[in-house]
């Protein structure tokens, strides 16, 4: 296995940390950041509460890594690999592939990716050509600056959200 996918996943694991059941929570009960929802959909039938670390890793590697090509955007650039996978775990991958394609259109003259959510060969081409003339921190700030707009409206539109902003700031943008 990749090496820096297992330590991508790694570390969204431990910022995700344990076991949680907050009602407040609209991802309701989770194990090491996997939702329920994705943990039955993955096929997992267990307690949430029992999930072993192992099975919370070969859910993200297949539903977001393998979903963004995060092998081939790691081989252009770990760092907006880590952003846009880490972002597709906390808001899915349709959202982060386009925050991606968005962020690519606009920081690139004259690209017209179409802005679908989906990171497939046109995406990752867009990358590459974008990073031989332009550098990944810029991408990744822009990326940053979606995900952290998101959180903010999110909020704005769901009062019981306000309460997780703080930590969704500080943990999740600007990794």
Same mark, same amino acid.
């Given at each position: 296995?990749?090496?820096?996918?297992?330590?991508?996943?790694?570390?969204?694991?431990?910022?995700?940390?344990?076991?949680? $059941?907050?009602? *407040?929570?609209?991802?309701?009960? %989770?194990?090491? =950041?996997?939702?329920?929802?994705?943990?039955?959909? &993955?096929?997992?039938?267990?307690?949430?509460?029992?999930?072993?670390?192992?099975?919370?890793?070969?859910?993200?590697?297949?539903?977001?890594?393998?979903?963004?090509?995060?092998?081939?955007?790691?081989?252009?650039?770990?760092?907006?690999?880590?952003?846009?996978?880490?972002?597709?775990?906390?808001?899915?991958?349709?959202?982060?592939?386009?925050?991606?394609?968005?962020?690519? $259109?606009?920081? *690139?003259?004259?690209?017209?990716? %179409?802005?679908? =959510?989906?990171?497939?060969?046109?995406?990752?081409? &867009?990358?590459?050509?974008?990073?031989?003339?332009?550098?990944?921190?810029?991408?990744?700030?822009?990326?940053?600056?979606?995900?952290?707009?998101?959180?903010?409206?999110?909020?704005?539109?769901?009062?019981?959200?306000?309460?997780?902003?703080?930590?969704?700031?500080?943990?999740?943008?600007?990794?």
């Amino acid at each position: 296995m990749n090496n820096l996918k297992r330590k991508t996943i790694e570390h969204i694991i431990a910022l995700e940390g344990g076991y949680v $059941n907050d009602p *407040s929570d609209s991802g309701g009960e %989770t194990n090491f =950041g996997v939702t329920i929802a994705v943990a039955r959909a &993955s096929g997992y039938e267990g307690p949430m509460r029992d999930m072993q670390e192992s099975v919370a890793f070969d859910i993200y590697a297949k539903k977001y890594w393998d979903a963004m090509s995060g092998d081939q955007l790691v081989r252009l650039s770990e760092a907006v690999a880590t952003e846009v996978i880490d972002t597709a775990v906390n808001m899915g991958t349709g959202r982060a592939g386009r925050f991606l394609q968005r962020s690519l $259109n606009v920081l *690139s003259p004259g690209q017209a990716l %179409t802005v679908d =959510g989906k990171v497939g060969p046109s995406t990752v081409r &867009s990358l590459l050509d974008y990073l031989r003339v332009r550098d990944e921190q810029n991408l990744v700030k822009a990326l940053n600056c979606l995900q952290g707009s998101f959180y903010i409206e999110l909020a704005e539109r769901r009062e019981k959200d306000v309460r997780f902003v703080y930590g969704w700031l500080k943990h999740r943008v600007g990794l």
